[in-house]
T-cell receptor
């Protein structure tokens, strides 16, 4: 069964520092890949998605992620963290052959941004 | 345009009681999904509706959970009787129906269910 691993339940960075949130998936066939963000008391919001086009995907709020098939990874980065980036981030996949397009999530990474 | 709404935002019930969660998807979205996050673990898929039909209910944990989507608009998820392990946050998401490809799922804020 497909699975998603997010390394680090909590990541802490200083404001202005690089943000790197890690995500690895288990499928041998590249699935659709997503990063979602959840701010307090809000629903999940799509940051970006990979659907077999460009391997470097740009999303909202300055985030981007690179799909690396050889590493089965889809790490999320942002060059310079802002206080407003503090939230919980979820990596998710959806199998190409799944007509339901249901999402399989990682366990989430909470990003803390220090002033 | 209104987003996905869920009601209630919080619910505290005792073990053995019944609770019904409601989700109103974005207007015109045929796909409706229910997910659950238990105790800070990963968010897990429960089921998927296309209009009023259950497309995939492989994630439903047991027969204490009943989901409906009468008329293909809003959906309800009933837990009867509730058990302690049912505590968590229940998310609803909706997406447009389009042949081929993956459509973005828009999530509601969730309902936090606490079973005492």
């Amino acid at each position: 069964a497909q699975s998603v691993t997010q390394l680090g339940s909590h990541v802490s960075v200083s404001e202005g520092a690089l943000v790197l949130l890690r995500c690895n998936y288990s499928s041998s066939v590249p699935p659709y890949l997503f990063w979602y963000v959840q701010y307090p008391n809000q629903g999940l919001q799509l940051l970006l998605k990979y659907t077999s086009a460009a391997t470097l995907v740009k999303g909202i709020n300055g985030f981007e992620a690179e799909f690396k098939k050889s590493e089965t990874s889809f790490h999320l980065t942002k060059p310079s963290a802002h206080m407003s980036d503090a939230a919980e981030y979820f990596c998710a996949v959806s199998d190409l052959g799944d007509s339901s397009y249901k999402l399989i999530f990682g366990s989430g990474t909470r990003l803390l941004v220090r002033p | 345009e209104a987003g996905v709404t869920q009601f209630p935002s919080h619910s505290v019930i005792e073990k053995g009681q019944t609770v019904t969660l409601r989700c109103d998807p974005i207007s015109g979205h045929d796909n409706l999904y229910w997910y659950r996050r238990v105790m800070g673990k990963e968010i897990k898929f429960l089921l998927h509706f296309v209009k009023e039909s259950k497309q995939d209910e492989s994630g439903m944990p047991n027969n204490r959970f009943l989901a409906e989507r009468t008329g293909g608009t809003y959906s309800t998820l009933k837990v009867q009787p509730a058990e302690l392990e049912d505590s968590g946050v229940y998310f609803c998401a909706s997406s447009q129906r389009r042949s081929g490809g993956h459509n973005e799922q828009f999530f509601g804020p969730g309902t936090r269910l606490t079973v005492l």
